[in-house]
T-cell receptor, first 112, second 113 residues
Framework: LAKTTQPISMDSYEGQEVNITCSHN???????ITWYQQFPSQGPRFIIQGYKTKVTNEVASLFIPADRKSSTLSLPRVSLSDTAVYYCLVGDRNFGNEKLTFGTGTRLTIIP | DGGITQSPKYLFRKEGQNVTLSCEQNLNHDAMYWYRQDPGQGLRLIYYSQIVNDFQKGDIAEGYSVSREKKESFPLTVTSAQKNPTAFYLC????????????FGQGTRLTVV
């Protein structure tokens, strides 16, 4: 399983764009990159998934360079409600096909 | 409506007692998982099951047991052999053969008193 490395914590002001980078040097050819968000005392929830280049949905964008050894989650114009822990996972596209593991994630704090 | 339900939300246990955490899903998902989360830490995988009547140990299975007799249900028993059982427990499910995301329950906070 590819190991991931993320910053432990980040702070940002409301209204700014936030970029969280994840390193995954040993990513395999079949691996996808998935990001989850977790609020205190709640289960994580899916944000976005991608394989290469750029993926965008109503919540975030995911940028993946050609070598796929890293990825960047971009949150546009953050608000206080975006304060949460963000996890980067690398593995099979189908979550159920292997035991995907969560690291410690990145604790994002939005400042008013 | 569809989802994954964990109960109870809070659970207190005396040392030396076994306790079972419930996890039910009505999403028709094949795969189910149990994770443990300690304060300020990430999620650690305890057990997972990809199909009924089959389950695999995760990274920290010692002191825990599970069963998967029905597709909808994946209960976790925290036994007296688990040395530090106080934690936040999360159950998740996903479609095994297709689908790209896992759905999590709201968690059970277990406290040993």
């Amino acid at each position: 399983l590819a190991k991931t490395t993320q910053p432990i914590s980040m702070d940002s002001y409301e209204g700014q764009e936030v970029n969280i980078t994840c390193s995954h040097n040993n990513i395999a050819t079949n691996d996808y990159i998935t990001w989850y968000q977790q609020f205190p005392s709640q289960g994580p929830r899916f944000i976005i998934q991608g394989y290469k280049t750029k993926v965008t949905n109503e919540v975030a964008s995911l940028f993946i360079p050609a070598d796929r050894k890293s990825s960047t989650l971009s949150l546009p114009r953050v608000s206080l409600s975006d304060t949460a822990v963000y996890y980067c996972l690398v593995g099979d596209r189908n979550f159920g096909n292997e035991k995907l593991t969560f690291g410690t994630g990145t604790r994002l704090t939005i400042i008013p | 409506d569809g989802g994954i339900t964990q109960s109870p939300k809070y659970l207190f246990r005396k040392e030396g007692q076994n306790v079972t955490l419930s996890c039910e899903q009505n999403l028709n998902h094949d795969a189910m998982y149990w994770y443990r989360q300690d304060p300020g830490q990430g999620l650690r995988l305890i057990y997972y099951s990809q199909i009924v009547n089959d389950f695999q140990k995760g990274d920290i299975a010692e002191g825990y047991s599970v069963s998967r007799e029905k597709k909808e249900s994946f209960p976790l028993t925290v036994t007296s052999a688990q040395k530090n059982p106080t934690a936040f427990y999360l159950c998740a499910s996903s479609i095994s053969l297709e689908g790209t995301e896992a759905f999590f329950g709201q968690g059970t906070r277990l406290t040993v008193v």
